[in-house]
């Protein structure tokens, strides 16, 4: 009875768990193992859950389709800068507004909250009009720019609130003992802040990697600049009909954030806890 | 020259929090006065980025609706002040009035279920064992970082409306009239799927993060509480709740931006259809700009857009003053 | 000062570096002009494509030619981006329902001084008045195309069924009620395939919009328009089309290449679609007009086509101009025509074409050929296409009338919001 009594308790607790472990990963399966269906058995009345023959064809046909190394190269390249710039310039930004004092603090705040609503869909026009009249239109370092604004906001949110939790008096024994100011941050509070840094630039990957409006409307003429979610879209036109193969380049699409999130999961977690609480 | 200073000023908690609020003199009553230039060198690549960036596109924005600027003015550049007339334009459209309920319908009914549900999960997630613990922490993860066209292509395949496997799985169930059933023909059943969707993608994040923040609620309280004979949900409301109130307003606040903004989903799956039934404000304005060129209609559109978000949002920015007051 | 001329000179030395590796940098390259050729998905086979390429680039070699293929999905606002940019694409392909907003917009080259040159009184109507705007010339006619049936030859001689025999609807609806039978399907017709919808409301004498007092506005709640819409329904159960997709989702031609489907609504071109897919099928594909109401009027078509343009911001407009005279010219139309089953530019050279059975089929409907209102209010409309919505809701069991009041207001305010 004794020993039954947590067992029972749990029941309802584990089936909860379970229906939400499926009901994330559900859509995630579901794409991964449509992607190694042959077509046959994607468009048939009734589906496998589980496939019963394996295949690369969709895999081969999407990696084959026209310029995929190249866009993939593209987002790569774009996202991992983006990611860096607002990482330096918000952990500046973010050890100013936790750990020093200075007129202005407050109306920096809340601008940075108010940039966080704003409306980039309908700013694409006007950053056409400044890109084209600057020559920026249809090169990369435009779009790493705008990338890097969009994600600017909440990475410096997050990591004020991270940088909050490091007591200051770690770095201030540091300075005692001859460090200079900086010193003292990037030797005793950077390693401490990594978890957080690393939380951080994954919203800053998944937004960048993700982006598709301004990646279709500010490359026009240089189509070797485009990136993945722009080839996603167009492929998903070419190949319309093939599921298959669609599945398999969304696949690949998403691999990266994928395995980057799984490996980091633990800071992710961590890490959130801590910076958003104070944040 | 900074480390003398350093050394000079004296620093214990309850020191800082006798301190009084920043704003008026920093340098005298503050514990960490500002040393000169230093912040502002550090906040400057930030503020540089958000005046050129998005404050100067902005300004452009809001300028471009107080003009007729339409096609030809994209291309040749003349384009005229109008005044407020696109404002007007917007505010005697009953369709954009309809556009606006709609919103709004779309957020709360969003923001509540994802709210509801990240913190079931996030209750839920802390209970459990280490090892089922990772298991849903992993899930969690996995679904958050499934990019958002990823995402939307695979929604579009599970419900589609020949080898979609919802379809399938609902007529084995017995439900015959699901068989080849047009999920994206109706308005309602279109919406429906989106909501799915935007919860899907949200409740991880929002999840997540509450879990960590109940992680960091001292044990005792619960214990005393316990003790106290207080029930599950009473537990919830004077204890778990309170604590976490600062962190339950910034995910309610940010998850209201979200689904505000909420546009690739719905301009990748339905492009506002069918008819104007998932038409919501940032994809009116999208449709009013890109498709019809009246490129001063959608900025009109989406200032309004941000006001209107504001207003929602007045409970955020309290708490977020509100903290900075708060010295740390 | 100090400083300026210190720029100064590593300026020079630069460009003695420059210079010291060996050829010339301006014209990129070695005295090569790049043309940057924008052509639509499927418009022309990547065969044709090739061999335009290689000859044009024989005849002009100081031309180099480069060809990016654009989807039709949002082709609307990228050919806005480009138009507005300051280099934008020299040859734009544009769909005939598309260019007048364009040829309106002042992004476009005029090019009526080249108009006699191109034989342009010889221009088929339907593509050169969109390409036109206040007495200007701005879009150069291209291709026409109409829809046809296509259908299984073998199947039809299975069921019984004589293709040459169909002229007019109530023999069409029997023929295929014959086919639709087993496996196999009588006809695969897409419930959103909107140009076939436009012939049959033509047939009945009403359009998708009307223009009274000055003002356009939607009319597929006309009593014409909703019979359109009923024939529509009524052919379109008779096989297993979705209702709520395009012709485009799934592709129809992979959908006829499986081989279970008996006829479908399709340019003639569709047929080398189908065979692509699925050689066997190569001497069974038909073609037969798309029958009217009456055996001696054919089915109205839509007639549709492509312009091309020359965008002002164009870097190489000279060069784009003699791309797209080749293009046009009697040679290369003549082996577009045949190579694509398409409908060449000008009158005088149907002939091409005159052997072709899908293109003769082809001709018999153009004869009843009509067009999306003129307007460059019309882009906006199919940009957001409220006819494909109305017409799944009205496949799906809702209420036609109702559904089509709906579609006409949409229809209405797109126009007009421009205006």
């Not at chain 1, 995630?28 to 009734?46: E, G, H």
Request: charged share 20%; aromatic share 10%; hydrophobic share 45%.
């Amino acid at each position: 009875m004794t020993l039954l009594r947590p067992r029972a308790r749990r029941l309802p607790l584990n089936a909860a768990a379970c229906v939400t472990v499926a009901v994330c990963l559900f859509p995630v399966y579901w794409m991964i193992s449509t992607a190694f269906k042959p077509s046959k058995d994607i468009q048939s009345a009734d589906p496998q859950l589980f496939p019963h023959t394996w295949t690369l064809d969709h895999f081969r046909k999407a990696v084959q389709a026209d310029g995929f190394e190249l866009f993939w190269r593209n987002s790569v390249l774009v996202t991992l800068a983006a990611v860096l710039l607002s990482l330096v310039v918000a952990l500046g930004a973010a050890f100013a507004v936790a750990r020093m004092r200075w007129r202005g603090r407050r109306q920096f705040m809340l601008m940075v909250f108010i940039a966080q609503m704003a409306p980039w869909e309908s700013l694409i026009i006007p950053i056409y009009i400044i890109s084209r009249d600057t020559a920026m239109l249809d090169r990369l370092p435009t779009l790493t720019l705008v990338y890097f604004m969009i994600t600017l906001p909440f990475t410096i949110v997050v990591l004020r609130g991270f940088i909050a939790t490091i007591p200051p008096e770690l770095e201030e024994a540091a300075q005692v003992d001859g460090c200079t100011r900086t010193g003292a941050f990037g030797r005793v509070a950077l390693p401490l802040l990594m978890p957080g840094l690393l939380a951080t630039s994954l919203f800053g990957f998944i937004t960048a990697w993700n982006e598709f409006a301004y990646a279709n409307f500010l490359i026009i003429k240089e189509q070797d600049n485009r990136t993945l979610p722009v080839w996603l879209s167009s492929f998903q036109n070419t190949f319309g009909t093939d599921w298959g193969a669609t599945m398999a380049a969304s696949t690949l699409f998403a691999l990266p954030a994928l395995v980057i999130f799984l490996l980091l999961q633990r800071h992710v977690t961590s890490g959130f806890a801590a910076g958003a609480v104070k944040g | 020259m900074p480390a003398i200073r350093e050394r000079s000023a004296p620093r214990t908690p309850q020191h800082r929090t006798a301190s009084g609020p920043p704003g008026d003199s920093p340098r005298r009553r503050s514990p960490r006065p500002a040393r000169g230039y230093w912040p502002y060198v550090l906040i400057a690549p930030a503020i540089g980025g958000m005046l050129y960036l998005l404050a100067y596109p902005l300004l452009r924005a809001v300028l471009i609706s107080l003009q007729d600027f339409r096609l030809r003015q994209l291309i040749a550049g003349d384009a005229q002040f109008v005044g407020l007339r696109n404002y007007r334009t917007l505010l005697s459209d009953p369709r954009f009035w309809e556009v606006v309920a709609r919103t709004f319908a779309f957020m709360a009914v969003n923001v509540v279920l994802i709210m509801t549900i990240s913190t079931l999960v996030a209750l839920m997630t802390e209970r459990l064992a280490k090892a089922g613990r990772t298991v849903v922490l992993c899930a969690l993860v996995l679904a958050w970082a499934m990019p958002v066209v990823a995402a939307t292509t695979v929604f579009q395949w599970l419900f589609h409306s020949e080898f979609g496997v919802v379809n399938w799985l609902l007529t084995s169930l017995g439900f015959d009239s699901f068989d080849r059933y047009p999920w994206f023909a109706d308005g309602g059943a279109a919406f429906a799927i989106l909501v799915v969707l935007i919860v899907w993608q949200s409740v991880p994040f929002a999840a997540i993060t509450l879990y960590s923040a109940l992680t960091t609620v001292p044990s005792e309280l619960y214990e005393s509480a316990r003790m106290d004979g207080a029930s599950g949900p009473r537990i919830f409301r004077s204890v778990t709740f309170p604590m976490l109130r600062p962190i339950f307003v910034l995910v309610f606040s940010l998850e209201v931006i979200w689904t505000f903004k909420a546009f690739v989903q719905i301009w990748v799956m339905t492009r506002g259809g069918p008819g104007d039934a998932t038409t919501i404000l940032p994809v009116y304005a999208v449709q009013t700009a890109l498709s019809s060129q009246r490129y001063d209609l959608g900025s009109a559109a989406s200032m309004l857009t941000v006001v209107l978000m504001s207003g929602v949002l007045v409970l955020y920015f309290r708490q977020m003053f509100r903290q900075e007051d708060d010295p740390r | 000062m100090k400083y300026r001329l210190l720029a100064g000179s590593s300026t020079l030395v630069m460009a003695a570096t420059l210079s010291a590796c060996g050829g010339s940098a301006d014209e990129g390259g070695d005295g090569h002009t790049t043309v940057d050729v924008w052509l639509m998905r499927d418009s022309v086979s990547a065969a044709f494509q090739k061999e335009f390429v290689k000859g044009f680039e024989a005849k002009h070699p100081e031309i180099e030619v480069k060809v990016q293929i654009q989807e039709w999905d949002g082709i609307g606002e990228k050919i806005t981006a480009a138009l507005a940019s300051n280099d934008a694409p020299d040859v734009i392909e544009v769909g005939n329902t598309q260019v007048a907003q364009f040829a309106a917009s002042g992004g476009l080259l005029d090019l009526t001084d080249s108009k006699t040159e191109l034989k342009g009184e010889h221009w088929l109507r339907g593509l050169a008045e969109p390409g036109a705007y206040e007495g200007k010339q701005y879009g150069i006619p291209y291709y026409a195309a109409n829809r046809v049936v296509i259908y299984r030859t073998d199947l039809f001689e299975k069921a019984g069924v004589d293709a040459a025999a169909i002229k007019t609807r109530d023999q069409w609806v029997e023929a295929t009620t014959k086919l639709n039978k087993g496996k196999t399907q009588g006809i695969y017709l897409p419930g959103q395939m909107w140009y076939a919808l436009g012939g049959f409301i033509w047939d009945e004498g009403g359009d998708f919009a009307a223009k009274s007092g000055g003002k356009w506005k939607g009319a597929l709640d006309t009593p014409e328009a909703l019979r359109g819409m009923e024939f529509y329904a009524r052919l379109q159960a008779l096989g297993k089309g979705p209702k709520d997709a395009d012709e485009d989702d799934p592709p129809q031609a992979q959908v006829m290449a499986k081989g279970q489907v008996a006829q479908v609504i399709s340019t003639p071109g569709g047929a080398n679609a189908v065979i692509e897919n699925n050689p066997g099928l190569k001497d069974k594909l038909g073609f037969f007009p798309i029958p009217g109401k009456s055996a001696d009027t054919p089915g109205a078509v839509f007639t549709g086509g492509s312009d091309l343009v020359i965008p002002a911001a164009a870097g190489d407009s000279e060069e784009a101009l003699t791309l797209i005279k080749e293009l046009t010219g009697d040679t290369w139309q003549k082996k577009l025509a045949v190579a694509m089953s398409y409908v060449p530019n000008r009158t005088t050279l149907a002939s091409a074409v005159a052997d072709d059975p899908g293109a003769s089929a082809m001709a018999v409907g153009a004869a009843n050929g009509h067009a999306t209102p003129n307007t460059p209010g019309w882009a906006a409309v199919e940009a957001e296409n409220p006819i494909k919505d109305y017409m799944t809701a009205a496949l799906v069991g809702g209420d036609a009338a109702k559904e089509a009041a709906k579609a006409s207001a949409a229809i209405t305010r797109a126009m007009n919001a421009n205006s």
